[in-house]
């Protein structure tokens, strides 16, 4: 696992590689260059510099064109820079090409975010999860652990015999690991659903969102008690269960692992259990960073890893976080070209929002404690309704439920 996993280096310098296709456009992969950068730096990497190439499709051999790998190599080369990362998921072919002609690491978007994982993940329950991840993405990429057998094969057949044999035992030993690990999370899965049905006659709320929105810090205010947060991607893997009391209604609040665009499906299948908090919710507090400039198209990619959990849509309130940092450049007067997403001010998207989402949806800064008290009485609402008409006899509600019926 060596060889996929970077944490160990710490501060080494990269560069970055982006393919603008008819699927992205120039604007979209300077923004996803962007989150690759903040990615590289959460895995203590220093980015040094991007490269963009426009291309169709991705080129099957070497993802990009052969003049750009030969601009790459150029740079890396005069920099003394030996680590190069592609914004998207490279395929075992493409990974030996470009290895074979750039002579340093190479390591795509996927295995980047696995390290990313391998580094934040704390419990044993995490861990597996992340294991299991990383040999599902590591067993069809095992040619590459072996190129060190084409240097001792000098073109003899039974050289080449001995690396296939080496290869196929090693895939035995993969194989064995992804499916202990898999029982070992079955296990751990049965613990964690009997705890959640041990939680009592509770209505259960989670906090999604992209990673980086700002979830934990919302977590800490509404549970009062502390929880960890950092201004990193996925600073939180394990999901964090709190018993929280408006007023008189106590509730479940869980905050789950941070969503972001192309998550390795990997991921997405190992933290099943993590995401069966999601699964189970009666309400979703969906949290968003306005300041964000794409914050719509992070919105766009939640609400679809979302439905790749549960394709049931449950009851959901957009919390739009981080209004303190919100920022716009006002058009002037006698400006007449159409507004674009930087002319819109925070009332207009006010605005547009509520007008769109009535009811479900509130602007609020969790750093700076505005409108906290409007998203407690929004939560408590939501929260009474379901808690009523799911348990009509109970009496969490004694107090001000026995006041309105009088």
């Not at 070497?62 to 150029?74: A, D, S």
């Not at 990362?85 to 690491?105: A, C, G, M, T």
């Not at 094969?153 to 690991?177: F, P, S, Y």
């Not at 996925?234 to 692992?257: G, M, Q």
């Amino acid at each position: 696992m060596k060889d996929f996993i970077i944490s160990e280096s710490k501060n080494e310098q990269a560069v970055l590689v982006g393919l603008i296709t008819q699927e992205q456009t120039e604007e979209q992969v300077k923004e996803y260059l962007a989150e690759l950068a903040f990615l590289a730096e959460t895995a203590s990497i220093v980015p040094v510099k991007s490269f963009t190439q426009k291309l169709d499709k991705p080129n099957p051999v070497t993802f990009v064109g052969t003049g750009k790998l030969q601009e790459i190599k150029q740079y890396m080369e005069d920099n003394e820079i030996g680590l190069v990362i592609f914004d998207d998921e490279l395929s075992p072919k493409q990974i030996r090409n470009i290895e074979k002609e750039l002579q340093v690491k190479i390591l795509d978007r996927t295995s980047l975010i696995l390290d990313i994982f391998a580094m934040r993940a704390q419990t044993a329950y995490a861990k597996t999860q992340v294991e299991l991840a990383q040999y599902q993405y590591l067993l069809p990429r095992l040619t590459r652990l072996w190129t060190h057998l084409d240097r001792q094969r000098g073109g003899g057949v039974m050289m080449r015999g001995v690396g296939e044999t080496q290869l196929e035992t090693d895939r035995r030993i993969i194989l064995n690991k992804i499916a202990f690990l898999k029982e070992e999370l079955k296990g751990i899965d049965k613990q964690m659903a009997s705890q959640r049905k041990n939680r009592g006659k509770m209505v259960r709320v989670a906090l999604v969102g992209y990673t980086n929105v700002g979830k934990s810090t919302l977590m800490t205010l509404l549970s009062k008690s502390e929880v960890f947060a950092e201004n990193k991607l996925f600073a939180t893997l394990d999901t964090t269960v709190r018993k929280v009391i408006i007023d008189n209604l106590p509730f479940l609040l869980s905050d789950t692992v941070g969503f972001i665009r192309k998550l390795p499906t990997h991921l997405v299948e190992s933290f099943k259990s993590t995401l069966d908090e999601v699964r189970e919710a009666d309400l979703l507090l969906h949290v968003v960073d306005i300041s964000h400039p794409n914050f719509e198209e992070q919105i766009e990619v939640v609400k679809s890893t979302l439905l790749d959990i549960d394709k049931n849509e449950k009851p959901m309130i957009l919390v739009f976080n981080k209004v303190d940092a919100f920022t716009y450049k006002p058009k002037d007067e006698d400006d007449l070209t159409p507004k674009t997403k930087e002319n819109i001010s925070l009332e207009e998207l006010e605005r547009s929002w509520m007008n769109k989402m009535h009811d479900d949806c509130i602007f609020i800064s969790a750093k700076n404690k505005v409108n906290i008290d409007e998203l407690k009485n929004k939560v408590y609402n939501r929260v009474k309704e379901i808690h009523i008409e799911r348990y009509p006899y109970n009496d969490f509600l004694f107090q001000k439920y026995d006041e309105e019926m009088e």
